[in-house]
């Protein structure tokens, strides 16, 4: 009867209230792992009685020395929490984010240090929990992986005192967590552990498994328990050491290949040290660091700088607008206290901002006087380096070792994909662009062919060194643009050029057509093998299209006419279906979701062409979208600049037509890629091989995140493609 009484004694509540008694003390939100939980996050890693509101707490205390009335209260503590979590999720459900349980301060978790420390330690437990057990951690250090891997990226701070002595070896390096280390801490080491297992090569996980273990798994493991409960915690991260924890994380999903969540993931890391004013060096130390090792480890000011550099190379890669425009680390006060190196690095990373500034706008991206002025500041970056320095590496499996050597060397070659890759990316819009009396382009085009030739020479050079080094996925992609940029450098030297000349200087790349193409040949194959033996997507993706463009690459030097086109209706392409000749490709049409298909495609010679005529047309077609009006044969409407593009012009012999350019349409194309962004339609490549032609058409099989190229093609063939085909 007691018990009865003391149940009908309950408090009235507000409506939503969850907090337990000890929660709303504390002035901490009150959370539950699971709605069925009858003691929330907060007392179970305090070990405290989870009394609710809806009791009074001196009641519920006077009753804890028996433990049938205790029993009986949980159940009924249960019923009632399920009530109150029922009910919340009502109050959620209305979309009211400010509700009343927000004024009780519930969420400053700064209240109590106490409570901080308490439930701290729990979150460290549950991160060391993960760990892998010592035998099957000294099992996984004896892969063939360089210490280097575990710097790629993350070096915050000057690289002469890094290069001057030895490097701790990978174990010294993961070292595991000791009990009661800060979970940031904890969560650091576990992204470290997962970008080392990240790197360990296919062939090898082999050996491992039949050991008993699983790397991939184990990776995966560690890595989401740091992300879960450290990188998407705010509260947790504002700190040099938190910020770094990010970093890792944004690099770890860049080398899986998955550029777009780390683009987002920098950028999150930017902001939060921006949040700290890390962008302009007012840092308290005793406020930013959690570890008296961080302060040898991290230079603020060169921890900002690398934040910047990766957001500008994964916003280029992907055609995305960067974090920031400023360039105070690149001021010459700074730059005199840097090494050679690093004043290139920084000098560079501005060049790239300001290919950034030039892309953003259709108008700017052909502005030839912009693009001489950045090529000449990469020319000058580049000769602070000593001039051997610049040559081909000849012994990369140096990269799988130990020590300053492989560091110097990883860092080395990291610097020269960068190099190239800038100059491709400057110069790249001007590779389709027809040269002119008045403006010629083929200073653009043989910088652009070569660039490329040096980033495929390192490419095959580096996966072809034995044993192959753990690299970076986001060279694959590096690699795709540099094969497609010369690819279509050698299907442009066949066109006559605009000029009254027969010959002009860019027509000298034909002495090198067969070297080039033994290259790409070369890289094809790495790619495929790549594909088969790790069944790697993005390598499988790039294959796909390199090949059929090496195909018609061979056709075009024959006399072949090929069409570039982009359209916007899928649809039509099943009756625009070209026929086979012989063994040649005629097509390739590359589906991007909420684009349209860019199309490469054979044409028929007009009866009566002449010989001078272009071989290679620029087509932007398409039909409506929803509303908007037809396609209409335009004199290429969307390069509407003629200084830009001067070369198309009726007597070129060029059928054009476009989608109806008007305000109206460009919303509908962006209101269909926020609606696809929110309900997270499902996107993906498939390969549809008919005959001579190889379509890349979107499947509903994977989420847009797992969009295998990650919208490098997007914005490779937007910069290939005269007009703004933007679509954010």
């Known amino acids: 009867m007691e018990k009865t009484s003391r149940i009908q004694k309950k408090r009235k509540v507000r409506k939503g209230t969850q907090s337990c008694w000890e929660c709303k003390r504390r002035k901490i939100r009150c959370t539950f792992a699971a709605p069925r939980n009858s003691t929330c996050d907060g007392c179970k890693s305090r070990q405290t009685k989870c009394i609710g509101q809806e009791y009074e707490n001196e009641a519920m205390e006077a009753a804890a020395p028996s433990s049938q009335s205790v029993e009986g209260d949980d159940i009924l503590h249960k019923i009632s929490r399920l009530d109150n979590v029922r009910q919340n999720s009502e109050l959620e459900s209305t979309a009211k984010p400010e509700s009343k349980r927000r004024k009780s301060g519930s969420s400053k978790i700064e209240a109590n240090p106490e409570v901080n420390e308490a439930g701290i330690e729990g979150i460290s437990r549950a991160l060391i929990s993960e760990w892998p057990s010592k035998s099957e951690f000294d099992a996984l250090l004896t892969a063939p992986v360089g210490v280097s891997v575990l710097f790629h990226g993350l070096i915050c701070r000057p690289y002469a005192g890094l290069f001057s002595k030895d490097l701790p070896s990978p174990r010294e390096v993961l070292l595991s967590p000791h009990e009661g280390a800060h979970p940031v801490i904890v969560a650091r080491k576990l992204l470290l552990l997962a970008t080392f297992l990240q790197g360990i090569p296919m062939s090898t996980t082999s050996d491992f498994a039949a050991m008993g273990l699983d790397c991939r798994t184990i990776m995966s493991r560690v890595f989401n328990a740091a992300a879960r409960l450290i990188t998407n915690n705010d509260e947790l991260i504002t700190t040099l050491d938190g910020i770094e924890c990010v970093m890792i994380e944004s690099m770890y999903l860049n080398n899986a290949g998955n550029l777009r969540a780390a683009w987002l993931k920098n950028r999150r890391a930017m902001g939060l040290a921006q949040m700290i004013r890390l962008d302009s060096n007012e840092i308290s130390w005793p406020i930013m660091r959690l570890d008296k090792a961080t302060e ?139 040269s002119t009396p008045e403006l010629n382009y083929d200073y653009n085009k043989m910088v652009a062919a070569n660039s490329s030739r040096e980033v495929l020479q390192r490419f095959v050079a580096f996966c072809t060194s034995s044993p192959a080094p753990a690299y970076c996925r986001g060279i694959d992609f590096v690699a795709f643009i540099a094969s497609t940029t010369l690819c279509l450098a050698h299907m442009e030297a066949v066109r006559p050029s605009g000029t009254n000349l027969t010959y002009t200087t860019f027509h000298s790349i034909k002495h090198q057509r067969l070297s080039d193409r033994g290259l790409l040949e070369r890289v094809l194959e790495i790619m495929e093998e790549m594909a088969s033996t790790n069944n790697d997507a993005v390598s499988r993706q790039i294959s796909r299209i390199l090949r059929p463009l090496l195909a018609i690459e ?175």
Request: proline share 4%; net charge negative; glycine share 6%.
């Open 296 to 434: 040898n480890r991290i230079d603020p000011k060169y921890m900002w700088f690398r934040l910047v550099v990766s957001d500008r190379y994964l916003s280029m890669m992907l055609g995305l607008p960067q974090g920031t425009a400023e360039n105070s680390f690149a001021c010459p006060s700074i730059l005199n206290e840097c090494t050679a190196l690093e004043r290139m690095e920084r000098l560079e990373a501005v060049a790239v901002g300001l290919i950034l500034q030039r892309n953003s706008t259709t108008k700017k991206r052909t502005d030839l006087a912009s693009t001489y002025e950045i090529d000449t500041m990469i020319r000058e970056a580049a000769a602070l380096m000593p001039s051997q320095w610049w040559l081909p590496s000849l012994n990369l499996s140096a990269i799988s070792r130990n020590g300053v050597e492989a560091l110097e060397e990883s860092v080395r070659l990291t610097a020269q994909f960068a190099h190239y890759h800038t100059l491709v990316q400057l110069h790249l819009p001007y590779i389709l662009l027809q």
């Open 554 to 728: 061979n056709n075009s030097r024959k006399g072949g006419h090929y069409n570039i086109s982009i359209c916007t209706n899928s649809a039509s392409l099943e009756s625009r279906y070209v026929n086979t000749v012989g063994e040649d490709v005629h097509g390739v049409y590359i589906q991007i979701p909420y684009l349209g298909t860019v199309q490469i495609e054979h044409r028929a010679e007009v009866s009566g062409q002449s010989d001078t005529d272009a071989q290679m047309d620029i087509i932007i077609a398409g039909s409506s979208f929803e509303t908007s009006q037809p396609a209409r044969a335009i004199h290429h409407s969307v390069a509407r600049d003629r200084s830009v593009t001067p070369h198309l012009t009726p007597n070129d012999h060029i059928t054009n037509q476009a989608v109806d350019a008007d305000f109206e349409a460009m919303k509908v194309l962006q209101e269909s890629s926020e609606i696809a962004s929110q309900n997270d339609i499902l996107t993906g490549f498939g390969l549809a091989d008919s005959g001579d032609r190889y379509s890349l058409f979107p499947s509903l099989e994977v989420n847009l995140n797992d969009w295998t190229l990650q919208g490098v093609d997007i914005a490779l063939f937007n910069s290939l493609i005269p007009g703004d085909f933007n679509i954010d």
